[in-house]
Structures are given as C-alpha cells and as structure tokens.
C-alpha cells in the first residue's frame, strides 16, 4: 500500500504530477458532460438532456436552502460546476489506480489533502469578494464581523480558519479511507487463493458504497459553499 507521487520542480515550487493529471481529467471529464448533455436542446427534454436539467434543478435546490433565490441565482453555475466537479474527483480512484515504478500516476484527487484544502480555500476566497462586491468593503466587513454583537469579532476571525480546515479535512477524510480500504479488499482478494470468494463480491459492494459516499460527500461540499456563501451576501 505504501507508494509515493513523482513531483517535479519548476522555478524552486514542487508540484505533485498525480495532482495535476488527475484535476485536469477531472475537469475534462466535467467538460464533456457539460457538453454531451446539452447538446440540441429540446423543449420536452429526454435521455442525456434530462440528467443535466436534474442536475442543475437539484443544485436550485441546494442555493434555496442556503439563502434567497433573488441573491443565490447568481451563484448557480457555480455550484453545478461545484457539484460536477467534486463528485468526479471523488470517484475517479475507484475503478484503477496506476502504479508505475512504486509511484502513484493515478487515484482521486480530493485523496489528497493539499487538493481539498486548496479548493476550501478558494471556496472562502470567493465567500469574500461577493461580499465586499454585493455591499462594500466597510459594509461586508460591519455585517460579518460586528454582527450580532462587536465582541464576536475575535469568534468570526477564528472561524474563517475553522470553516477552511473542515470543509477540506471532511471531503479528505472520506474519500482517502474509501480508497485505502478498497485497495486493501483488492490487495487480499487477490493474494489469498481462498478469499476471492468473499473478497470480490465485497469489493463490489464497497465501490457501489464509495461511490454513494462520493455523491454524499460532493453535496454536502456544495451545500456548505452555499452555507458560507450566504453569510457573506445575505443581510441577516
């Protein structure tokens, strides 16, 4: 189980090849769904049309929740590509993993903390600049920070941290405990002449459950996105 990333080293920053091959497939891949699914458009949608309308009705739903659909519109897109995006990545380490050499070229990305944290991260980042663009530096800043009470202030600067570090460790936790345990199921069934009786059937049934978690997981990021998004533009 023990394996390493080949990284490279441009301009003295290391970068994880497996990090890079692995989002950019992710975002392909999201890409051509995009593409395939809305392609001749019908007004009575059917077949491929249908999936990507359930899709993007479904994450409707997800900003309505979080706040009024008057300021949540505008974050539509975002949080279907959101969506699209994570779940992608959350799978993509179940069906092979590519060794090469003893070095790991294939697995989900959101395995790797440094990948989750990077997307929180940016996901606070954006939180921000609505914020400050929907009313105004001192405006965001009086409404986020000074609400309900001044002395919250110190609360409110420490859950900026908190919320960073949560959303990436969640979406982390989950998907590199599915793939470690499906690759141990994996390692035995094949080693032992005996437990691929057991071990394949619940190999299958663990992808079948890994891939419910990467749906779950892929939510639960949005929605919290949705969550952090709406304390930032919404005045309470």
Known sequence: MESENPIIQLFGINFNVTNMITIVAACAIVFIIA??????????PKGKQNFIEFIVDFVKGIISSSMDWHEGARFHMLATT?????????????????????QQYWRSPTADPMVTLSMAFMVILLTHYYGVKLHGLKGYFVNSYLKPVPFMLPIKVLEEFTN?????????????????????????????????????????????FSIFIGAIQAYVFTTLTMVYMSHKVEVE
């Open 82 to 102: 959101l969506l699209l995006f994570v779940f992608v990545s959350n799978i993509m380490g179940l069906p092979l993993s590519l060794m090469i050499g003893g």
């Open 164 to 208: 960073t570090i949560t959303l990436s460790l969640r979406l982390y936790g989950n998907i590199f405990a599915g793939e470690m345990l499906a690759g141990l199921i994996a390692s035995f069934a094949v080693s032992n002449a005996v437990f691929p009786i057991i071990g394949i059937p619940l190999e299958i049934i663990w992808q079948g």
């Open 35 to 44: 593409v395939v699914c809305t392609r001749n458009l019908q007004m009575k």
